[in-house]
């Protein structure tokens, strides 16, 4: 029976949320995490159930493990805070893109560094990523290249932390999330145009595919795309 923590980092909105909601309702321990500690404790007592905020600032790496210091054993992390970044290199903004690639690739790994000593050999690692890694668009260099990173850091750990499983999520736009819910309808139909299941996904899959890739016990190093067949398109 699992009997760690459930860490879900950037777990106070968005999909993180809908994913630590998920774990509270089942009745695990859970912590999220967001950049001030008022918000995530105020999302903690949202989410219910035995579940914990703790606040730190994942583009400062090295006050993370001082705030993770009383997290306890962890069956599942979960690396789900995001950052969005138009940054284009005609305009570059330097501090933008540093932030950007501190918090995604330093930030999210220095969290695995502080939290290794206190997963098992059940425990799991999910990272999230994004599908511009494969589909740039005009300001997307950053981020383009930080989800491209993602997997290649899953590729990595895997290997570092074995027997330890490391696995990733890339979705594509999340129709029914807080970032698209209310996006142009004229928008949101060309998106379902190009989307070969006929519609966008939905925050529920997206949480379905994250429990997927943390509970099975026979899938590591796997970087998953959950896009309704638009890379295909």
């Known amino acids: 029976m699992?009997?760690?923590?459930?860490?879900?980092?950037?777990?106070?909105?968005?999909?993180?949320?809908?994913?630590?909601?998920?774990?509270?309702?089942?009745?695990?321990?859970?912590?999220?995490?967001?950049?001030?500690?008022g918000?995530?404790?105020?999302?903690?007592?949202?989410?219910g159930g035995n579940t914990r905020g703790t606040g730190?600032?994942?583009?400062?790496?090295?006050?993370?493990?001082?705030?993770l210091a009383d997290v306890g054993?962890?069956?599942?992390?979960?690396?789900?805070?995001?950052e969005r970044d138009v940054n284009k290199v005609h305009e570059y903004d330097i501090a933008g893109a540093l932030r950007l690639v501190t918090l995604k690739l330093v930030g999210y790994t220095?969290?695995?560094h502080a939290l290794t000593p206190r997963l098992g050999d059940q425990s799991a690692i999910l990272i999230f990523g994004g599908l511009a890694r494969d589909?740039?668009?005009?300001?997307?260099?950053?981020?383009?290249?930080?989800?491209?990173?993602?997997t290649s850091l899953v590729r990595t750990l895997v290997i570092e932390l074995a027997p330890t499983r490391v696995n990733a999520?890339?979705?594509?736009?999340?129709?029914?999330?807080?970032?698209?819910?209310?996006?142009?309808?004229?928008?949101?139909?060309?998106?379902?145009?190009?989307t070969p299941i006929g519609r966008l996904v939905t925050m529920v899959e997206v949480?379905?595919?994250?429990?997927?890739?943390?509970?099975?016990?026979?899938?590591?190093?796997?970087?998953?795309?959950?896009?309704?067949g638009w890379m295909c398109m």
Do not use: C
């Not at 909105?13 to 912590?31: H, M, N």
């Not at 099975?216 to 959950?226: C, D, K, P, T």
């Open 56 to 67: 730190f600032d994942l583009a400062e790496p090295h006050g993370i493990a001082e705030a």
């Open 135 to 150: 589909r740039p668009y005009p300001g997307s260099t950053t981020v383009t290249t930080v989800n491209g990173g993602v």
């Open 169 to 194: 999520l890339h979705p594509a736009i999340v129709g029914d999330s807080p970032q698209w819910v209310d996006m142009p309808p004229e928008r949101h139909e060309a998106l379902v145009q190009r």
């Open 73 to 82: 054993d962890v069956d599942y992390l979960v690396l789900a805070a995001i």
């Open 2 to 37: 699992a009997t760690g923590n459930v860490v879900v980092v950037g777990g106070t909105q968005g999909l993180g949320r809908e994913l630590a909601q998920s774990y509270a309702d089942d009745g695990r321990d859970v912590v999220v995490t967001g950049r001030d500690q």
């Open 39 to 47: 918000r995530a404790e105020a999302a903690a007592k949202e989410i």
């Open 207 to 228: 949480v379905n595919a994250s429990r997927f890739l943390l509970e099975n016990e026979a899938i590591n190093g796997i970087n998953l795309s959950v896009d309704g």
């Open 110 to 112: 220095e969290v695995i």
